[in-house]
Structure formats: C-alpha cells, structure tokens
C-alpha cells in the first residue's frame, strides 16, 4: 500500500499556521501559556494604547508629553496585534526558516517508511523517527520531534484513500493517532 502527496510548492501559511496551532496544543504548558500571553498581551496593548491616545487627546502636547503619548501608543498597538495576530506571526517566522526554492515536492508514504523528494534532493524517513502523527483541520502532521514535522494536507492527495491513510500510520508507527478539532 502507498500513499503520495504531492504539492506544487513549499507549504502554505495556513500549513504553517495549523501545524502552530497543533505545536501549541500538544503541551498543556504551551496551551496555557499561549491563551496567558495573547490575553495579556491584548490587554496591556490595548491599555497602552488607550493611554496613549489619551495623552495625545487629552492636551498632553502643550504639556510636554507628546513623546511618551507615542511611544505609549505605538508600544501599546504592537501589542495589541501581537497577541490578536499570534498564529500568523509564528507562521511568517516558520517560513522565513524554511529551504528556499525547492520547488514542487512529494511525499511518498509506503510500507518501509517515508520519502520526502524535492529538486534539492530526497530524504528518507523510517516510522520509528516519527514521535507522533496527528490530524487537525484536514491534515496530517507527522511529527519528527516536537518543532519539526511533514504536513500533508488531504487536499493535494495524488495516491491512496484518505481513510485508509490513519489506520496505515498507526500499524506502521505503532502509536495511536490523535485527533485535534
């Protein structure tokens, strides 16, 4: 039995974002810590910013305070849309790390392991090096270690059943799939 995916360019930024949304889930302390950091993030900007428009309002340029009215409402604005755009900004620093034009690739699952080929060349993965495999928003990541997996969205499925593909992935890497909503 074989399974091909094949996608004409490097992953999207709604792969990249998913596969950030399924990294922050698979650990109770990175969940709790994300929804902790966007709340007050969102918060402290928004009180930042509202402080600075207060000041800059409210005569704070005859007093003397229009520097900090602007530093406060700029910090302030930063904030606030770095706790409301989180998941995209993840997904833009994931890209920016990843291989430059490789090209059009595929990703061939078969009964020995995986083989990942790319114009820059082939990688070939035994299931044993996969920690886990996991589906969230109609795709699949198998996971190399806790940073690092393959997205294989069932979109750009060229080769076998989506629903052959879960029970296959938990006979060849021996751990039960989990399922994200």
Not at 15 to 29: A, G, P, Q, T
Not at 93 to 119: N, P, Y
Request: charged share 20%.
């Amino acid at each position: 039995m074989e399974f091909r995916f094949y996608m004409p360019q490097r992953y999207t930024r709604q792969d990249l974002m998913e596969f950030n949304k399924v990294y922050v889930r698979s650990s109770r302390l990175r969940c709790w810590g994300k929804n902790l950091f966007r709340i007050l993030s969102v918060l402290c900007g928004a009180a930042l910013f509202l402080a600075g428009l207060m000041i800059l309002l409210g005569g704070g340029i005859q007093e003397g305070l229009l520097v900090p009215g602007i530093v406060s409402t700029a910090v302030g604005a930063v904030w606030l849309l770095s706790g409301v755009f989180y998941y995209r900004i993840n997904a833009w620093g994931s890209r920016r790390q990843m291989l430059r034009e490789t090209g059009s690739f595929t990703v061939t699952l078969r009964e020995d392991g995986v083989t990942e080929e790319t114009e820059k060349g082939i990688s070939n993965y035994p299931y044993a090096s996969f920690t886990d495999a996991v589906f969230h928003a109609n795709r699949w990541f198998l996971f190399l270690d806790q940073r690092h997996a393959l997205i294989l969205p069932l979109s750009t499925m060229a080769q076998g059943a989506p629903v052959e593909l879960e029970k296959f992935l938990e006979e060849r890497t021996g751990k039960t799939a989990k399922k994200y909503k």
